[in-house]
């Protein structure tokens, strides 16, 4: 009775030891004596116990790889790179995959930083920050090449991080700040003289429009002036004594301004009305050597016969 026990229990022993599982996305690498086998995926399975034995599990979904890699540029200015590589076992080479590699990161590794220090040192450090796909498509293409042979495939290389050195960090923010300035600058000149130019025309059309104004004023004043004379001819007082008139009034009347406005500076005129009478025949005096010089310049310069050629 123990010895048949015995057997039970051994045989209940080796009939859960011929069976076993593998997960999902993974691969179960099967030797039997210590030779490789087969490959078992996802499910349950059946091996041969104490001859049969899963030697591995392999990982089938995506891994990911970060490489930190410290370089220079072409302007001899030294980087830190981080370089994430995305990797995935092949199903159909998971023997490959475990037996052709002891240590496949160490692998992918040593790949990574022989493409990226054969590439960044022929750009300067603006084209690493612009061109960081070609880095990262040259990286790619040389582990895919080289890893597809030993059952891996590489999804996707990045270029996650680009790490200048602390002091050419702060000369490029010095170098973008002062060009900033500098643009900052240039509208800033640009506004000024944008508002400049608007003051000099707005004070050009002042100063035209109070030009107009002052000419309808002194066209309004000679009518207002021809007016009077003429009212003045029509009760019979002369040309001259109408002038004389007419002068003595506007005199008073300039006087009666100055005098009302009380913050009018100190103004010396004479008040007399002799004074208007010598105002007008100094004015008539100007007036009729002017008319001579004309008649004199007409004489001295006569005008040029037309030219009635056809």
Do not use: C, W
């Not at 973008?176 to 050009?204: D, W």
Request: hydrophobic content about 40%; cysteine-free.
């Amino acid at each position: 009775m123990g010895y048949l026990g015995i057997i039970v229990f051994l045989g209940l022993v080796t009939l859960f030891a011929s069976f076993f599982t593998v997960k999902q996305a993974t691969a179960a690498i099967i030797e039997r004596l210590g030779k490789f086998h087969s490959v078992r995926h996802a499910g349950l399975h059946l091996k041969i116990p104490f001859l049969d034995q899963v030697a591995k599990r392999m990982n089938l979904r995506i891994q990911q790889l970060d490489v930190m890699i410290d370089t220079k540029t072409l302007d001899n200015v030294f980087i830190r790179m981080k370089v994430s590589v995305q990797y995935q076992v092949i199903k159909e080479q998971v023997a490959d995959s475990f037996y052709k590699l002891e240590n496949p990161e160490n692998q992918i590794t040593s790949y990574v930083f022989d493409v990226v220090r054969a590439e960044v040192p022929k750009l300067k450090l603006d084209d690493v920050f612009v061109r960081k796909d070609d880095i990262a498509i040259a990286v790619k293409g040389e582990l895919q090449e080289a890893m597809q042979s030993y059952g891996y495939d590489i999804v996707k290389a990045l270029v996650t991080d680009i790490d200048p050195d602390e002091q050419v960090k702060h000369a490029m923010n010095r170098i973008n700040a002062a060009e900033r300035e500098k643009t900052a600058a240039e509208y800033e000149s640009e506004a000024q003289r944008i508002r400049i130019v608007a003051v000099a025309k707005a004070e050009a059309e002042s100063k035209k429009l109070q030009g107009q104004g002052i000419a309808d004023q002194r066209r309004e004043i000679a009518k207002g002036l021809e007016e009077s004379v003429r009212m003045l001819n029509n009760v019979n007082i002369g040309s001259q004594e109408a002038s004389s008139l007419i002068v003595v009034t506007q005199h008073y009347d300039t006087l009666h301004s100055i005098g009302a406005n009380n913050r009018s500076n100190l103004v010396l005129l004479p008040n007399s009305p002799t004074a208007a009478s010598n105002m007008l025949n100094d004015m008539m005096a100007a007036m009729v050597s002017a008319s001579k010089l004309e008649e004199a310049d007409k004489t001295n310069y006569p005008k040029p016969p037309k030219d009635h050629t056809h």
